[in-house]
């Protein structure tokens, strides 16, 4: 049995404020294309469907759109759980249509509701809390675990003294993964943050795709009778664990700003219930972004010229001025070009040092320098990352 893994689709999000939903139609278009032709029986979307707790009618739209045609009227179950940016009880309102296309919006960790589907080429025919099984006319049966965003606000848990959100998440997959059985085909779906197994939570958090002071969940924690993991939440394709095939499938469209391009893939992985037979990655025709320096107007334009097919931002250097008349030619001609500055020689000289070049925890031991005169003793310095881990996990 064939099962499409993807995730953080984002869709309506901008970049440097341009919307990018004309794009994420092609990209979606996309995905449902590689679901038809490589015969895809079931599909996992890992979390963040949407880029916001409030998205757009034509967010919306397109959401529900692309999860139709990857049903195929009703013939390929497709379970998507919320992430960090969907809003859990909205996410999955639609259940009340969607299940009639065997398809499974799971907001919070709570009994999955089925329909009763007839004559489908795999069709529900259990559930219990955050699982659900399914059964292939050929008789293959697969169990979804699924584990929407973990935080003790959405999961209506209170933190108890000394406990680790990390160790926490472990009890909250248990009722989950007791679906799983030695007669089925068993997958684990979640939104979460992990490391590789060829790294340690410290050196992994150095990594640019990892943001802000946010909590690690033990790899260790993830291992489980699943045949295959799905994660969700970090923008590139990693291998977690090759021998007991965890994997993030990366996002469909890069949203930010980076010298190095990361491309965008989904996850085709083959399963019987004796184990993993393979798995593949699809590649996604999706823009590439990039940030370049220029020192000219002519060095601009022969950029620009070469790289058309890229979403730009332009910067610049060591010029006090730009004709505005050279700017507006520019976005008049590269309409990928979203994003023009201009750093003046006298500000490139200068070392500038602001919060976004430092640390949380070095923005935290500078204000209270700033406010006592001395640094902050490292047990305070350990409560107050603590309590932001939380915040930011959470936001």
């Known amino acids: 049995m064939k099962i499409l893994h993807t995730a953080d689709w984002h869709i309506g999000c901008r970049t440097d404020d341009f919307l990018r939903i004309e794009e994420q139609k092609e990209v979606c278009q996309q995905i449902v294309d590689i679901a038809n032709k490589q015969k895809v029986d079931i599909?996992?979307?890992?979390?963040?469907?949407?880029?916001?707790?409030?998205?757009?009618?034509?967010?919306?739209?397109?959401?529900?759109?692309?999860?139709?045609?990857?049903?195929?009227?009703?013939?390929?179950?497709?379970?998507?759980?919320?992430?960090?940016?969907?809003?859990?009880?909205?996410?999955a309102n639609a259940n009340v249509f969607a299940s009639l296309h065997n398809?499974?919006?799971?907001?919070?960790?709570?009994?999955?509701?089925?329909?009763?589907?007839?004559?489908?080429?795999?069709?529900?025919?259990?559930?219990?809390?955050?699982?659900?099984?399914?059964?292939?006319?050929?008789?293959?049966?697969?169990?979804?675990?699924?584990?929407?965003?973990?935080?003790?606000?959405?999961?209506?848990?209170i933190k108890k003294d000394g406990e680790q959100l990390k160790d926490s998440i472990k009890e909250w997959f248990k009722p989950a993964l007791s679906g799983f059985?030695?007669?089925?085909?068993?997958?684990?779906?979640?939104?979460?943050?992990?490391?590789?197994?060829?790294?340690?939570?410290?050196?992994?958090?150095?990594?640019?795709?990892?943001?802000?002071?946010?909590?690690?969940?033990d790899r260790e924690n993830l291992v489980s009778k699943a045949h295959y993991t799905a994660l969700g939440h970090i923008h590139q394709f990693i291998t977690v664990d090759k021998q007991n095939h965890i994997y993030y499938s990366g996002s469909t469209v890069n949203k930010f700003f980076d010298d190095i391009s990361v491309e965008n893939y989904v996850v085709v992985a083959d399963i019987s219930k004796k184990g993993v037979n393979s798995v593949e990655k699809f590649s996604i025709d999706a823009k590439h972004l990039?940030?370049?320096?220029?020192?000219?107007?002519?060095?601009?334009?022969?950029?620009?010229?070469?790289?058309?097919?890229?979403?730009?931002?332009?910067?610049f250097e060591d010029m006090d001025f730009v004709n505005p008349q050279d700017i507006k030619d520019i976005r008049s001609k590269f309409k990928n070009v979203i994003t023009i500055s201009v750093e003046p020689k006298r500000i490139s000289d200068q070392v500038v040092i602001t919060k976004k070049d430092l640390s949380t925890k070095e923005v935290f031991e500078k204000f209270v320098e700033n406010k006592t005169g001395a640094k902050p003793e490292d047990e305070l310095t350990k409560l107050f990352m603590e309590l932001m881990g939380e915040v930011v996990y959470e936001a």
Not at 56 to 77: C, H, Q
Not at 290 to 315: G, W
Request: net charge negative; hydrophobic share 40%.
């Open 290 to 315: 990039i940030s370049q320096r220029v020192s000219s107007v002519e060095e601009a334009m022969s950029f620009l010229n070469a790289n058309t097919d890229k979403i730009v931002r332009l910067i």
């Open 43 to 91: 599909v996992v979307i890992a979390g963040d469907l949407y880029d916001s707790f409030l998205p757009s009618a034509e967010s919306e739209k397109l959401v529900f759109d692309t999860l139709i045609k990857l049903s195929d009227n009703g013939n390929r179950p497709v379970i998507a759980i919320a992430g960090n940016h969907d809003e859990p009880k909205r996410f």
């Open 103 to 157: 398809i499974y919006l799971v907001g919070e960790m709570g009994e999955i509701h089925y329909a009763d589907l007839k004559g489908k080429n795999v069709v529900p025919v259990d559930s219990g809390v955050g699982y659900i099984e399914f059964r292939s006319k050929a008789g293959e049966k697969v169990v979804v675990a699924t584990m929407p965003y973990p935080s003790y606000y959405r999961y209506k848990q």
């Open 181 to 217: 059985r030695k007669d089925t085909i068993n997958i684990a779906v979640s939104h979460l943050l992990t490391y590789p197994i060829n790294c340690t939570p410290e050196e992994f958090s150095n990594y640019e795709v990892v943001g802000g002071a946010i909590s690690f969940v």
